[in-house]
Every structure is written in structure tokens, then in C-alpha cells.
């Protein structure tokens, strides 16, 4: 069954720091892959998606991921975070031809002054 | 930015009641959504559809019922109400011309049954 996990609940880290999310999914056949954002009291935003080509997909807000099909992951990254960056972040994915979007189970991320 | 809507964004209601929560979009998407957002931030499949006349289950059993007698407009309904329906609700509905690769998502409304 595809199933897709963040494996860190929260991420403190310093403003100006660099930062990794971790996403890892598990499927034996192609999927589309999906970063989204929660702000407070909001809805989800697109960061950005990877459906195919170039291995490393920029999106909004200056993060990006890296799909990795051997290690089954699609980390994201931001080079130097900042105070407006503290959110939920949730990666999901669509297995090809099926109908679902299934999402990880969040991480929230809290950027210290 | 989307043009999708959900109303009330936040509803405080007694034990046995009957709610509707609307999500309404003008996007004219033919594939709508359900999510349960738990406290601790992980969001269940509850409700799709794939056009008007068309509901199907989600991945995440739920005593609430849905219905899409028109293309803008996906309501959810819980007949009676109960603290264990207390949780945050986000509609959403995704665009045929992307391949339904990018779903569009309402600020949710927070449901406390009390």
C-alpha cells in the first residue's frame, strides 16, 4: 500500500539556518510528489510538485526538493530560512492512474530568531 | 491565488445536531475533496468526486455524508453531531488540465461538537 512519512513531527531551527524536511515514500510504480504549506488558521499551499524530468524541483518562497527514486525520498530544503517560514509542512503523493492525493503526517516548523 | 470557499470557518455546536459545512469553488474543477485534519496535523482522505451525481469514501471511515448536485458546490454533512466529529474540515478540488497533479484547498473550518 503507498503510504508516504515525514519522519520529523517538528524542526526548530535558527533564522538565517539552512533546513531539511524529510519525506519518504513507499511505491513500487511511479508516483507524483508534492510539497505543500499550512500557515496559521489557513488552508494548504503548493510549494512545488515533481511529476517528472529534472530531479530537482524549485518552488515558491526560495525551497526546494529532490526526488530520489532509489532511496524512495523527496526531501525539501531551504538554503536560509526566515521568520515567515514557520508553518506546517506536509508532503504528499499520487500514485500514477490512481485517484488519491495521500499526505505524511505534517512537520511543523519553527524558525528561532 | 484559488477560488475556493468554505463556510463557516469556525462552528461550535451541541452534541446531536445536524450540520452542513459548503465548499464552493469557481474554478469550474470536476474533481472535489474531503480532508480530516487531525489535531496533530496529519489529514485523512474522507469524501471525492469525480463530477456532479458522483461520491465515493475516502481512505478514512466517516459518519458524515457529502453531495454534488452541481460542479461549484461539495457539502458535507453530519446528521448528528458528536464530539468525536470535532476536528478541522478542508475541502479541495483539483484542475483537469494539470492531470488533477495540483489540488487547490479552502482555509477549513474548525468543527468543536460540545
Known amino acids: 500500500a503507498q503510504s508516504v512519512t515525514q519522519l520529523d513531527s517538528q524542526v526548530p531551527v535558527f533564522e538565517e539556518a539552512p533546513v531539511e524536511l524529510r519525506c519518504n515514500y513507499s511505491?513500487?510504480?511511479?508516483?507524483?510528489l508534492f510539497w505543500y504549506v499550512q500557515y496559521p488558521n489557513q488552508g494548504l499551499q503548493l510549494l512545488l510538485k515533481?511529476?517528472?524530468?529534472?530531479?530537482l524541483v524549485k518552488g515558491i518562497n526560495g525551497f526546494e526538493a529532490e526526488f530520489n527514486k532509489s532511496q524512495t525520498s523527496f526531501h525539501l530544503r531551504k538554503p536560509s530560512v526566515h521568520i515567515s517560514d514557520t508553518a506546517e509542512y506536509f508532503c504528499a503523493a499520487i500514485i500514477q492512474g490512481a485517484q488519491k492525493l495521500v499526505f505524511g503526517q505534517g512537520t511543523r516548523l519553527t524558525i528561532n530568531p | 491565488e484559488a477560488d475556493i470557499y468554505q463556510t463557516p470557518r469556525y462552528l461550535v455546536i451541541g452534541t446531536g445536531k445536524k450540520i452542513t459545512l459548503e465548499c464552493s469553488q469557481t474554478?469550474?474543477?470536476?474533481?472535489m475533496y474531503w480532508y480530516q485534519q487531525d489535531p496533530g496535523m496529519e489529514l485523512h482522505l474522507i469524501h471525492y468526486s469525480y463530477g456532479v451525481n458522483s461520491t465515493e469514501k475516502g481512505d478514512l471511515s466517516s459518519e458524515s455524508t457529502v453531495s454534488r448536485i452541481r460542479t461549484e458546490h461539495f457539502p458535507l454533512t453530519l446528521e448528528s453531531a458528536r464530539p468525536s466529529h470535532t476536528s478541522q474540515y478542508l475541502c479541495?478540488?483539483?484542475?483537469?488540465?494539470?492531470?488533477?497533479?495540483?489540488?487547490?484547498f479552502g482555509q477549513g473550518t474548525r468543527l468543536t461538537v460540545v
Open positions: 511505491s513500487s510504480v511511479s508516483v507524483y
Open positions: 515533481y511529476l517528472s524530468g529534472s530531479t
Open positions: 479541495a478540488s483539483s484542475d483537469p488540465g494539470q492531470g488533477h497533479t495540483e489540488a487547490f
Open positions: 474554478m469550474g474543477h470536476d474533481k
